[in-house]
């Protein structure tokens, strides 16, 4: 078997100097000719400037043996190399999305991050004297193994402001806590099912409970990428709501139905509503201190106590025997979760109970 490529990595200094030289080729035809927004340019620029890998380049070389001279054309990921041989001639600036709290030329940068970006290396897959007809076949090959993208993976793929800005930085510092409370497996983290249901939570905060929808998540992303009101306000609230949920729960969360998002979702809203107020919840509203934490974890403890009471009944006399309310949270609970009107109901209850439970 002979292998037809070799790993190797290059720094952004050595693409710059091929590229100075007339050396460097970067050919679309191997490529889609989609061009990167200003957006795009910049989060790849901060994923350099923070050391992140980023997917790997395929090169061509080619030797003149009368010239002596090198050809090195670019396959696949000329975008990238497009974007930092651009940025590092002040062809544009990062987004203060990215590198807050202004955006910034390389230029701009201070010495020791310019030394860190033209040093920083790509994994280049290099293809020695390879024709255009294996060049096709790599490719075929490769996007055979490759996994169907969830609809958050796409969002990533596609938007790159502040909105999601905003709901990766939460979901990096949150990630622990949602995978060790068993929330989301590693597997489902790796497809970023953490960030899609951070993406609701931060909805919710700004517009109110809505559903659960591939569209509308969709377009809170369009709707907020050059700009996401309340950014940092937003930020500071959830990461107080995430922390009074945990001081509530303490360890127990994964013993408890709550660590389901359909019961999870709407308890973070009603701690919020109770907290700061939700858009367009009418509920009653109760301020608690950390010493009523272990009030309001009993009164999760009912509602899960609830739920397996309904569940492990035989027959239908212990549902007919339901108060109205405790009937009509179980009802959304169990039918149409993701619906807004079915989270509000539940939300609407888990405030209610609150309340009570601290008014008593």
């Not at 659960?212 to 907020?224: L, T």
Request: aromatic share 12%; glycine share 4%.
């Amino acid at each position: 078997m002979q292998q037809r490529f070799n790993t190797r990595n290059y720094s952004v200094r050595d693409f710059e100097e091929w590229d100075e030289r007339g050396e460097l080729v970067l050919a679309p035809k191997f490529q889609r000719r989609d061009v990167w927004s200003d957006k795009a340019r910049s989060y790849l620029i901060d994923t350099i400037i923070r050391g992140k890998p980023i997917p790997k380049i395929y090169m061509r070389q080619d030797i003149n043996p009368e010239t002596r001279r090198t050809t090195r054309e670019i396959v696949d990921g000329q975008q990238r190399l497009r974007t930092v041989l651009s940025f590092i001639k002040d062809g544009f600036k990062i987004s203060k999305a990215h590198r807050p709290p202004k955006s910034l030329y390389f230029s701009g940068l201070d010495e020791d991050t310019q030394r860190d970006i033209l040093k920083y290396e790509f994994v280049v897959d290099l293809l020695q004297d390879m024709p255009d007809t294996e060049v096709y076949d790599l490719f075929a090959r490769i996007n055979t193994y490759s996994e169907k993208l969830k609809p958050q993976e796409l969002r990533n793929a596609q938007w790159f402001g502040e909105f999601k800005s905003s709901v990766y930085l939460l979901s990096k510092e949150f990630r622990t806590f949602l995978e060790t409370n068993k929330v989301f497996t590693p597997k489902q983290t790796l497809r970023m099912a953490e960030a899609e249901f951070i993406s609701e939570l931060l909805l919710a905060i700004h517009e109110g409970i809505r559903e659960r929808q591939k569209g509308v998540i969709d377009n809170c992303y369009k709707k907020y990428d050059d700009n996401f009101p309340n950014r940092e306000l937003h930020e500071k609230r959830f990461r107080e709501t995430m922390d009074i949920i945990g001081g509530i729960v303490g360890g127990d969360l994964p013993q408890l139905k709550f660590r389901a998002t359909r019961l999870l979702y709407p308890l973070y809203c009603a701690v919020f509503h109770l907290k700061f107020g939700l858009p367009r919840l009418r509920a009653t509203r109760s301020s608690f201190k950390v010493s009523d934490y272990p009030k309001l974890k009993m009164v999760l403890e009912r509602v899960d106590a609830l739920i397996d009471k309904i569940e492990a009944a035989a027959d239908d006399d212990v549902v007919d025997a339901l108060s109205t309310e405790d009937r009509r949270f179980y009802d959304a609970y169990s039918e149409h979760w993701v619906h807004a009107d079915k989270r509000t109901i539940l939300t609407e209850y888990i405030c209610k109970q609150i309340v009570k439970t601290l008014r008593k």
